[in-house]
């Protein structure tokens, strides 16, 4: 009796590690990887005896002026004055499964705390999550359904991608951040590549679309140098009715971004950028307020002073030419918050603690001038981050 129960604790023991090896097969094995970062710090800023008048948002967060404009830009934080925050810019969870050589699907999963992050409305965000299949046709067309981040631009959507703790005035409202529609993507060579996209808007992708017209853009690449210290200039257009309300009212922009790595230690950064709305239309037909058009710049001088110390000079501009007109909750196409002119220049350091452990240094002073006279801000102030990847 005795050795069949040992001999029936055996074959169990024996099924449960079958099935434990077989569950682990399915579900982790088989091409799943996973990776991210987590950003947090610290910082101080200032601002003048003058109302803040920038408010931006990329669809997922919103962004006062100053380094710590992502995480204190409550517009309810008035003239004269001072913040100091601790923050959290993002948990970042990017997973990722793939099926043969062709099927891949991905997810980037971000987690922040309401109060002290950008998030404002949701401690969670869901910044990509697609699917992507290769076409064997030429070189191979990669196409791609779901959300993801727009290839636009110089600066990335995520800090943790960038020389600085804070973003500039482009990539926080003037630019498509991240959208959500079908992409193809083609290179032609290991020089040029295409992107092309279809998505339901180009700016605040979270609002509804009464009108049935989709946007689109594209971004054509040139792409050389050494792995590494790999070299990009892109040309990049848009165009779609994103008045929400209308299938006959248009914007449409063009942006040039360059990453020229000069020599292997110095790395120039640039990116122009033009952006024209039609007057938005009400549900009644009534045309609200003027076209609205954007002009923004950017210069990117980065520096590596060893292995382990870089420094980044980092200057942005962008101009609103008039007021646009907001119709219905939501449809507010003054991307800048006003008419206006913004001035931003950044002087940041990076120390590299160790290999995916960063720490990042940044002073920013903003000069916001909206139209009028003698009320121009001023937000100063300094951070201290850590960009940890994994």
Do not use: C
């Not at 076409?135 to 067309?141: A, E, F, K, L």
């Not at 631009?153 to 800090?159: A, R, Y």
């Not at 971004?257 to 640039?270: K, P, S």
């Not at 916001?368 to 121009?376: F, L």
Request: glycine share 12%; proline share 2%.
């Amino acid at each position: 009796m005795k050795k069949f129960t040992v001999a029936v604790l055996a074959l169990a023991i024996a099924a449960f590690v079958a099935t434990s090896a077989q569950a682990e097969e399915k579900y982790v094995a088989g091409g799943f990887e996973a990776s991210g970062h987590i950003v947090a710090g610290g910082g101080w800023q200032r601002q003048n005896n003058k109302a803040v008048t920038y408010i931006t948002t990329d669809g997922d967060n919103f962004y006062g002026p100053g380094v710590l404009g992502k995480y204190i830009s409550d517009p309810g934080y008035g003239a004269s004055s001072d913040q100091f925050s601790f923050f959290i810019d993002e948990v970042e969870l990017d997973i990722m499964k793939s099926f043969g050589e062709n099927i891949r699907l991905r997810a980037d999963l971000d987690f922040g705390r309401v109060a002290s992050s950008g998030l404002f409305t949701n401690a969670f965000m869901l910044e990509q999550a697609y699917a992507t299949a290769n076409i064997p046709v030429g070189n191979g067309i990669e196409f791609m359904l779901g959300r993801f981040n727009t290839p636009i631009g110089f600066e990335s959507v995520d800090v943790a991608e960038n020389d600085t703790i804070s973003k500039s005035v482009l990539v926080e409202g003037l630019r498509p951040a991240n959208t959500t529609g079908a992409k193809i993507y083609y290179s032609f060579s290991d020089l040029v590549d295409l992107h092309f996209y279809v998505v339901n808007t180009l700016y605040a992708d979270s609002d509804v679309k009464i009108s049935d017209v989709p946007s689109m853009g594209f971004r054509l690449g040139f792409n050389w140098g050494d792995e590494g210290n790999e070299s990009t200039f892109g040309f990049s257009g848009l165009f779609g009715p994103e008045s929400r309300n209308s299938n006959k009212h248009f914007t449409f922009g063009g942006d040039i971004d360059l990453n020229w790595w000069i020599t292997e230690a110095f790395a120039l950064g640039l990116e122009a950028l033009f952006v024209r709305a039609d007057a938005v239309t009400s549900t009644t037909g009534v045309v609200a307020g003027s076209n609205t058009e954007y002009l923004g710049g950017l210069l990117n001088l980065h520096y590596a002073f060893s292995d382990v110390w870089d420094g980044t000079l980092k200057f942005a501009y962008a101009k609103q030419f008039d007021a646009a007109a907001s119709v219905g909750a939501g449809n507010n196409m003054n991307l800048t918050g006003a008419e206006q002119d913004i001035y931003q220049i950044s002087l940041a350091g990076g120390y590299e603690i160790a290999d995916g452990a960063k720490m990042k240094m940044e002073g920013r002073f903003d000069i916001v001038n909206p139209i009028g006279a003698s009320n121009t801000e001023y937000t100063y102030g300094l951070a201290l981050a850590f960009d940890y990847d994994f």
